[in-house]
């Protein structure tokens, strides 16, 4: 099939102005300057942007979708229902199921599933280790060979130092980075909210910063040894960008992401103890909230996720310090990034690019994350000056469990294509 996108507000790495676009069975054919589109070209549907912003699909590459296992919290279909609604068209997602995605058989499984309906493209992240229990090594190079994009033990650490020594070395074999959710849960384990000013003034337990800069320090080391490529998940203190800016002077192949909600909310922000805001890494402090946007703008922070984390109500609905950690999130990224482009004076364009660009170069993807000739028409048409209210309708996870709920937020996805094919309308909710 053949789309004709004209009058388009194009906003990528390669393309930024105003455009008109031809799709051809999946791919992005032509890209015209609109004074300059031929009257001649032949096409089966045409629509007409009227100025509205053209995005590449976003790319988020830290996402659970609980199935297998815990599907009353979120299934495949329902994650990737909101994802698409949300202008997500890839997902990265992580192994943290029951079972494990520890070998190439589940590894499988998810593609099968991603295919099976038709929705955003998943990208498989195995597990560093069996059963992500830290002990021995999964099967990484089978893994790869079955569509594993990375690896990752997830919320569980590698703690044990031999072991993620070992997993860098398969990175050699494999070209896919080891990331690594950095915590000392000696450090961490009596506590439930960033400790400082407001752990004290609400009276819950804390969790200090080194919690987490200790382990990043770690894997720095073990990535400049061994010369391989780890990823820093949700980065969320002062203490580890200090860590990761000077690495990447001495030219250590390390990255890292932030998360949408450690850009927008701070530890002030639990003063209802809304379990909505429980979180791991924890929410911080109002300075690095601000240090983490100077390091967007300065290109320290790589990418941008989500790390959607879904839950049943009733899971949420307990005393703050017995609620689980997460946030449901696929429904929010992009409009969470209007809001920071506006409140925090960041360009849209570099927001945009790291969720979509950037992960790319991280994760080795190709012909996605930019508005290019040949690339696959992975596209969202976003209307930047329209506003939707959160609340459990509009949000289309099965997890509700998310601190913008009831909250208006800019930018409403009109229609997200998956290589040309139309997969949301904001007229028909789901095609």
Request: overall charge negative; proline content about 6%; glycine content about 6%.
């Given at each position: 099939m053949i789309i004709f996108l004209k009058n388009a507000k194009v906003l990528s790495k390669s393309c930024d102005g105003m455009f008109d676009l031809l799709l051809n069975n999946g791919i992005?054919?032509?890209?015209?300057?609109?004074?300059?589109?031929?009257?001649?070209?032949?096409?089966?549907?045409?629509?007409?942007?009227?100025?509205?912003?053209?995005?590449?699909?976003?790319?988020?590459?830290?996402?659970?979708?609980?199935?297998?296992?815990?599907?009353?919290?979120?299934t495949i279909e329902s994650g990737l229902k909101a994802a698409v609604k949300g202008g997500v068209t890839t997902v990265g997602v992580m192994p943290n199921t029951d079972p494990v995605i520890d070998n190439e058989y589940l590894v499988e499984y998810l593609k099968m599933k991603s295919e099976l309906y038709g929705l955003s493209e998943i990208l498989p992240i195995g597990a560093v280790t069996k059963k992500s229990q830290g002990v021995e090594l999964a099967p990484m190079i089978n893994m790869a060979k079955r569509g594993a994009i990375a690896f990752s033990d997830d919320g569980n650490p590698v703690e044990n130092a031999h072991i993620m020594l070992k997993a860098l070395e398969y990175y050699k074999m494999t070209n896919r980075p080891i990331i690594n959710h950095a915590e000392v849960k000696e450090l961490s384990k009596t506590g439930f909210m960033r400790e400082g000013e407001y752990s004290n003034f609400y009276g819950i337990y804390g969790i200090p910063s080194v919690a987490e800069s200790i382990m990043v320090a770690r894997d720095i080391e073990l990535a400049k040894y061994t010369d391989a490529h780890v990823h820093i998940a949700h980065v969320s203190t002062q203490e580890s960008l200090n860590l990761i800016k000077n690495a990447k002077k001495d030219g250590v192949k390390v990255s890292c992401e932030v998360t949408h909600n450690h850009l927008i909310f701070t530890d002030k922000d639990l003063k209802d103890y809304s379990t909505s805001f429980k979180v791991n890494p924890p929410l911080a402090d109002e300075e690095s909230r601000n240090t983490f946007i100077q390091a967007l703008k300065d290109d320290l922070i790589d990418i941008i996720v989500t790390d959607h984390a879904p839950h049943a109500d009733y899971e949420k609905e307990v005393e703050f310090q017995n609620a689980p950690n997460g946030i449901s999130g696929l429904d929010t990224l992009l409009s969470s990034l209007l809001k920071l482009s506006i409140e925090e004076d960041i360009s849209l364009k570099k927001l945009i690019e790291k969720v979509t660009y950037y992960p790319t170069r991280i994760f080795n993807l190709e012909k996605k994350g930019d508005i290019k000739e040949g690339y696959f028409a992975d596209l969202v048409i976003l209307n930047e000056n329209e506003t939707w209210n959160v609340n459990n309708k509009t949000v289309f996870s099965k997890g509700k469990n998310t601190p913008f709920m009831g909250m208006d937020l800019p930018g409403v996805v009109e229609y997200t294509f998956i290589k040309g094919k139309k997969v949301y309308s904001k007229e028909d909710v789901l095609v």
């Open positions: 992005i054919e032509k890209i015209f300057s609109c004074e300059d589109t031929p009257d001649s070209l032949v096409y089966d549907e045409c629509i007409d942007l009227n100025g509205k912003t053209l995005i590449p699909g976003i790319i988020d590459m830290h996402v659970h979708l609980r199935e297998p296992g815990y599907e009353y919290k979120e």
